[in-house]
């Protein structure tokens, strides 16, 4: 239950006040017309109850993020397959869930999808298109695991970048929301160069998958079956481990928070990483809800109709007698 006046509410307490002080007074100083009197101070408590508009809460929403391009870097290396994420599933599911997640909290931005293994691609540009978003997340697929040589986790930077100035470029009064897919193992021998992108990050989140112990994970081909589970030189199933130092150290060179999911419901994450206050207005939380006050006017105005009944059967008595 919540309040939403129709009015500001000092005057409602205030009108409130002498409407049901006069009228609780007449009540005790008028016996002879107690139950008109009476009707009235309930029909008085309605209206000011309904001028305090009362509702009934309903789900946060929230609005058209029309002004803002979100650009998802999605991890595709054979660790994407291991499958240590909820229920047992795979790191790639967790993505596609949780893009299509997003995708439905901020109606109306354009989306971009990047993903990287042993490079970058675009695979997506920007767009409203929803259904074009849904078939792109569905058609994500790790890498052909017999190429895989090792990958840096930032060696989608150079894309990201450029993919970022040409937004700023074209659309400068938009904002640019980064949000990473990734499990933060550095498989390269090389250190991962860090995310240089000062001014083109507005908000995002780093979004990590997996667990300290890890997951096995398929071979993948490159048409996107899989086969049986990675081993290593000596024939012991590979593991694939998620490194959470490394995933907020990418966090903190984008200048956004970093949020762990083990699946379940996207909100905390979207509220830690808060898009909405990148551009005002766009794709801010509202919380919507069901009023009341009608339910208060239809019996204040039925306890109105018995008062006028009431009424002009006493004033008809009145004049029966009158000489």
């Known amino acids: ?56 809460d309903g789900a946060i929403a929230r609005q058209a993020a029309s002004n803002v391009n979100v650009f998802f870097v999605v991890d595709t290396t054979t660790s994407s397959m291991a499958r240590d994420h909820e229920e047992g599933r795979t790191r790639l599911e967790g993505y ?5 997640a997003i995708q439905e909290q901020m109606p109306g931005a354009r989306f971009s999808i990047i993903t990287f293994d042993y490079t970058a691609r675009v695979v997506m540009p920007l767009t409203t298109d929803t259904q074009a978003l849904k078939t792109a997340t569905e058609n994500l697929r790790a890498e052909d695991s017999q190429y895989s040589g090792g990958s840096s986790v930032t060696v989608a930077q150079d894309r990201l970048k450029l993919t970022l100035e040409g937004a700023k470029e074209r659309q400068p009064e938009h904002s640019r929301v980064v949000f990473y897919l990734g499990d933060g193992e ?65 966090a903190d060179q984008l200048g956004v928070p970093y949020v762990h999911r083990a699946g379940g419901d996207i909100s905390p994450a979207l509220e830690e990483a808060d898009p909405g206050t990148t551009v005002e207005g766009a794709g801010a939380s509202i919380e919507t809800y069901t009023s009341l006050v009608w339910i208060f006017a239809v019996l204040m105005s039925a306890l109105l109709l018995v008062d006028l009944f009431v009424t002009t ?10 000489p």
């Open 1 to 56: 239950m919540s309040w939403h006046p129709v009015i500001p509410w000092p005057l409602v307490v205030l009108a409130g006040l002498l409407l049901l002080g006069f009228t609780g007074w007449r009540v005790v100083a008028d016996s002879r017309h107690r139950v008109r009197w009476i009707l009235r101070l309930v029909t008085s408590l309605l209206m000011v109850v309904a001028l305090l508009g009362p509702a009934v």
């Open 186 to 250: 550095q498989t390269s021998s090389d250190q991962p160069a860090p995310f240089a992108l000062d001014g083109l990050v507005d908000g995002g989140a780093v979004l990590g998958y997996g667990t300290e112990a890890g997951g096995r994970m398929a071979k993948t081909n490159a048409d996107g079956s899989t086969g049986e589970d990675v081993t290593d030189a000596s024939g012991n199933p590979g593991v694939s481990k998620i490194d959470e130092e490394q995933l907020g150290s990418i």
């Open 96 to 100: 596609r869930e949780d893009i299509a």
């Open 313 to 322: 059967r006493e004033i008809g008595r009145l004049r029966r007698v009158d």
